[in-house]
């Protein structure tokens, strides 16, 4: 089975920026596994995510389930970082959620009874079906980001790239995310996620992708997280390696 993505050789280099913001990632995801995408700020990340999806120009390979991202976009789900969505826009939650179904009812085509009840179910898997008739923009911020999960899973997807999906949440909504990211896990799907926190990363991921702008480490949670690793990506002294 091929991996459900693999990157070789992925390189981004922004417009007027003089330092590439990525170089030369080699990576492969491991099938059914909850990876957990990890560096400093400003490590390219995001710029990670977005050039596998094909948002942002790039060089080198990209592929998914052994394909060009063309012939498998029904099998990916992306959710962007929250500070790239506009909230303000006049939306329902329930029509958030609708939209992660526009792959199977056609863009433009009417949102049937069907679909909204398909919509409100996912929006019942995030707790937030009694907020369905609620613009988006007065919701808190883990409420949002439950919505927009509740978008990404109505994808009904094999891999799911998810750009912190964690950050910035409550507690309550924050325990309803990891447990929807372990259930997809249990279902054989696989899952990156960008992660900001290393003090939770090991409870519930598998697998890490460590980033500085190039791939640090790759592996097992214990492997990456090795103090020698952090060090590198996170430019601190190393004072033992305990790993
Ligand atoms: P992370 O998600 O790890 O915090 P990003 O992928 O957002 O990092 O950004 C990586 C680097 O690329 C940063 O230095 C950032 O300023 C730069 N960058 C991100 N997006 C753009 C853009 N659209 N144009 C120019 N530079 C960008
Ligand atoms: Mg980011």
């Known amino acids: 089975m091929p991996s459900p993505l693999s990157?070789?050789?992925l390189s981004v280099h922004y417009r007027l920026q003089d330092?590439?913001?990525?170089?030369?990632?080699?990576f492969e995801a491991k099938q059914s596994s909850l990876i957990a995408v990890i560096g400093?700020?400003?490590?390219?990340?995001?710029?990670?995510?977005?050039?596998?999806?094909?948002l942002i120009p790039c060089t080198g390979e990209v592929k998914f389930f052994g394909e060009k991202l063309d012939s498998q976009r029904n099998k990916i789900a992306y959710m962007p970082q929250r500070s790239s969505v506009d909230w303000d826009f006049p939306i329902s939650a329930l029509d958030v959620a609708a939209m992660g179904l526009y792959g199977q009812i056609g863009f433009m085509r009417r949102v049937k009874k069907e679909h909204k009840d398909k919509?409100?179910?996912?929006?019942?898997?995030?707790?937030?079906?009694?907020?369905?008739?609620?613009q988006i923009g007065q919701l808190s911020g883990g409420q949002q980001q439950r919505v927009?999960?509740?978008?990404?899973?109505?994808?009904?997807?094999?891999?799911?790239?998810?750009?912190?999906?964690?950050?910035?949440?409550?507690?309550?909504?924050?325990?309803?995310?990891i447990d929807i990211l372990i259930a997809l896990k249990k279902?054989?799907?696989?899952?990156?996620?960008?992660?900001h926190d290393l003090q939770s990363v090991g409870s519930f991921f598998d697998e890490a992708l460590?980033?500085?702008r190039t791939k640090i480490s790759e592996g097992?949670?214990?492997?990456?997280l090795s103090a020698g690793n952090l060090a590198r990506a996170y430019k601190m002294p190393v004072i033992a390696d305990v790993a």
């Open 210 to 212: 460590l980033l500085n």
């Open 119 to 134: 919509a409100l179910s996912y929006l019942e898997q995030v707790g937030m079906a009694d907020y369905a008739g609620r």
């Open 7 to 9: 990157v070789s050789n």
């Open 19 to 26: 330092e590439p913001a990525l170089s030369g990632i080699d």
């Open 187 to 195: 279902q054989g799907k696989t899952i990156l996620v960008v992660h």
């Open 40 to 54: 400093p700020n400003g490590a390219g990340k995001s710029t990670f995510l977005k050039a596998a999806m094909g």
């Open 220 to 224: 097992p949670i214990k492997t990456v």
């Open 148 to 177: 927009f999960l509740a978008r990404t899973l109505a994808q009904n997807a094999e891999l799911y790239l998810m750009d912190e999906p964690l950050s910035g949440v409550d507690m309550a909504s924050e325990k309803i995310i």
